[in-house]
């Protein structure tokens, strides 16, 4: 997977946004936020890993995607459980909270905040 900051790149086939339909693919790139927009400063916490309520389970994405959630945490629509191997939304009512870096097992729905808040 890779990421890349123009949003015709050709490997954009799907988008991260649930709303561009449904799919079971992990996209082949992702669009991101560029350097200078990223380097403009984080509104969030830099965190590298979500885990998804409905199974439990943690997935870790990279750091450019990590930088683009902490400058714009509503830039994506949805993300991607590497376990359920699909595609959910994000947002206050989607279905990932981050993983907290001091406490991994902790996957309190109430003390972790939600992805793409
Ligand atoms: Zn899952």
Known sequence: MTATTDPNDPRLTHGPDPADGPYREQAEAYLVLSEDERAKGFVRPVRGSYWHTTC???TTMGRVIAETYARDPSFYGGTYCAHCGHHR??????EFHWVDPAHPERQSPTMD???GT
């Open 113 to 115: 905040p939600k992805v």
């Open 56 to 58: 439990g389970r943690v």
């Open 89 to 94: 939304p994000v947002g206050e009512h989607g």
